[in-house]
């Protein structure tokens, strides 16, 4: 599989009934078979395009927000030890406030339940004849 957020039409074969006819003079044996094509969407496929230095960052602002800091002390502390926003500027608390939102959102798509859709079902027959003598 390639690595994309939706996958479609993946076979799923499955015997949905065992032996209908068991007749034990002629030994028919019919199976049913079910086919079904499904759509899976999930964000669970895609990889994070966050450099290590946005990660860092945006792991450092939700510690720091659980421990109660404001935006601006965490824009503070962040100029004061000589870090920038990922564009090469000093931070302010709208740059932490932004980071953040974006970081909330990106984890809430990331771990979402993935969707299944059934789109096609079709049921299969196998049938056997009895041997003739």
């Known amino acids: 599989l390639t690595n994309h957020s939706t996958v ?3 076979p799923s074969f499955g015997v949905v009934s065992g032996d209908i006819l068991d007749n034990s003079a002629n030994e ?3 199976r049913v078979y079910t086919k079904a094509i ?3 969407r999930s964000a669970g496929c895609w990889v994070s395009s966050y450099s290590d230095y946005q990660q ?3 792991d450092k602002i939700i510690s720091c927000r659980d421990s109660g ?3 601006k002390r965490i824009a503070d502390w962040f ?3 000589g870090f920038q926003t990922p564009r090469n500027k000093t931070f302010s608390d709208r740059h932490v406030h932004g980071i953040l939102k974006k970081r909330l959102a ?3 798509r990331f771990f979402a339940e993935p969707t299944v859709t059934i789109i096609d079902t079709d049921l299969l027959y196998e049938v056997q004849s009895p041997l003739k003598e």
Do not use: P, Q
Request: proline share 0%; hydrophobic share 50%; charged share 25%.
């Open 8 to 10: 479609v039409g993946l």
């Open 38 to 40: 499904i759509k899976v």
């Open 56 to 58: 860092f960052l945006s």
């Open 69 to 71: 800091w404001t935006f």
């Open 106 to 108: 990106r984890d809430e």
């Open 79 to 81: 100029n004061a030890n």
């Open 28 to 30: 028919i044996k019919n």
